[in-house]
């Protein structure tokens, strides 16, 4: 079953939204790929985004340009108040603009390259869901693509914010469930459009070539779109549960939250294919949340423990996931806002746990499952400012 035309038309709706000058816009994939050599499973996501796009539409700009440096006639300049430090700052500070895509491996010696262009290069298909840019393709059905970028690039570039690397992809997918509910507002919103995907096909990283396989690609698929991203940004998604109960592999279910929004997070649930949402937009009064974000240090690791927990009149579902810290990834994001403010993200492929989905009888709760989590994609991230 691939996705529904509610979920193309949506995922088309939501590309569309990139032709703004303010604003946003990222539609992502996460799958598990195996190395070739090895055996080992890894962790990989693929994103494409458009960063006030509009605004430059010929040419990409990035707001982290290097510093200008000042030389001993600036210097002078400064000193004698010809011209003011501020001036010449003011100069390379920049809102950007931009379209990209970035491909990153999670877990040990974790990177994330990324590539940038402008709107103007960006093609996207009046018929079909296609998107075109530089040399990257996305579609309903497939992804291509590579990018490079050598130590040099990224030592003279640091506003790149990537790493040195080369990584090139060329799959398949099907979407099994397809979900439109999630998180609909003025300022934000977020679909976990590929609630449960599946991914073929090959993704090679620094010539190491890994295997996508469809059983244990264990994909996933979302779309955000909005003035910028809320903070903090959290996220746990995973289709890999063995059910506690009856030890069996539960192969048509999955989960996704998103927030926060208005101080609380979306859920969409999908056990054995029935689908639960709680969705932030409709109001505190539809349901509670709590979560919290720990951290844990034992002799052998340093962990972060996740625990979110969502409820209404009718359900009870609480998510439960370790992180190990070894294994957590640091990316930075551009904020559409400018002025060198950046999102840092933590980011973990490979969070383990439980999530418990319980059935309210009057005043008692009733398990209605328990599940080992397992390969849970995993973020945190927070607002830095720039010191200016």
């Known amino acids: 079953m691939g996705a529904s035309k509610k979920t193309v038309k949506t995922i088309r709706n939501m590309l569309n939204c990139f032709r703004k000058k303010n604003g946003l816009n990222t539609w992502r994939f996460v799958f598990t790929g195996v190395e070739n050599a090895s055996g080992q499973e890894r962790k990989f996501f693929i994103e494409m985004s458009m960063l006030n796009?509009?605004?430059?539409?010929?040419?990409?700009?990035?707001?982290?340009k290097p510093?200008?440096?000042?030389?001993?006639?600036?210097?002078?300049?400064?000193?004698?108040?010809?011209?003011?430090?501020?001036?010449?700052?003011?100069?390379?500070?920049?809102?950007?603009?931009?379209?990209?895509?970035?491909?990153?491996?999670l877990g040990a010696g974790a990177k994330a390259v990324r590539s940038y262009t402008s709107v103007k290069n960006v093609k996207l298909s009046s018929r079909v869901l296609e998107v075109a840019l530089e040399n990257c393709f996305f579609s309903d059905d497939k992804l291509m693509g590579n990018i490079?970028?050598?130590p040099s690039d990224t030592q003279e570039h640091p506003e790149y914010l990537c790493d040195s690397g080369r990584i090139s992809w060329d799959l398949q997918?099907?979407?099994r469930c397809d979900s439109t509910s999630g998180y609909k507002s003025k300022n934000f919103t977020w679909y976990p459009v590929g609630l449960r995907a599946v991914f073929a096909g090959t993704i090679t990283v620094d010539g190491k070539v890994y295997n996508v396989i469809p059983k244990r690609s264990f994909g996933y698929v979302d779309c955000f779109f909005g003035k910028d991203y809320p903070f903090p940004w959290i996220h746990?998604?995973?289709?890999?549960?063995?059910?506690?109960?009856?030890?069996?592999?539960l192969q048509n279910s999955s989960f996704s939250l998103q927030g926060l929004f208005n101080d609380s997070f979306s859920l969409v649930f999908e056990l054995?294919?029935?689908?639960?949402?709680?969705?932030?937009?409709?109001?505190?009064?539809?349901?509670?949340?709590h979560w919290e974000l720990n951290e844990i240090n034992d002799n052998e690791s340093q962990k972060l423990h996740w625990i979110l927990s969502v409820h209404n009149r009718r359900y009870v579902i609480d998510v439960d996931?370790?992180?190990?810290?070894?294994?957590?990834?640091?990316?930075?994001l551009e904020l559409a806002e400018g002025g060198r403010n950046t999102l840092k993200i933590l980011t973990d492929g490979e969070g383990v746990g439980e999530i418990r989905f319980y059935k309210r009888i009057r005043r008692n709760l009733e398990l209605i499952e328990c599940a080992k989590l397992a390969g849970t994609f995993c973020e945190f991230g927070q607002k830095e400012e720039a010191d200016l």
């Open 53 to 64: 796009p509009y605004l430059s539409p010929a040419e990409p700009v990035l707001g982290f």
């Open 67 to 105: 510093r200008a440096k000042l030389n001993p006639e600036d210097l002078q300049n400064v000193l004698a108040g010809t011209v003011s430090a501020k001036k010449l700052e003011s100069e390379i500070i920049e809102v950007p603009s931009f379209a990209s895509v970035s491909a990153g491996i």
């Open 148 to 150: 490079e970028r050598s």
């Open 173 to 175: 997918y099907e979407i």
């Open 236 to 249: 746990l998604s995973s289709s890999n549960f063995t059910s506690v109960i009856s030890g069996k592999t």
């Open 272 to 289: 054995e294919g029935s689908e639960i949402a709680f969705e932030s937009h409709k109001g505190k009064r539809s349901y509670e949340c």
């Open 321 to 332: 996931v370790y992180s190990m810290a070894s294994q957590m990834f640091v990316r930075s």
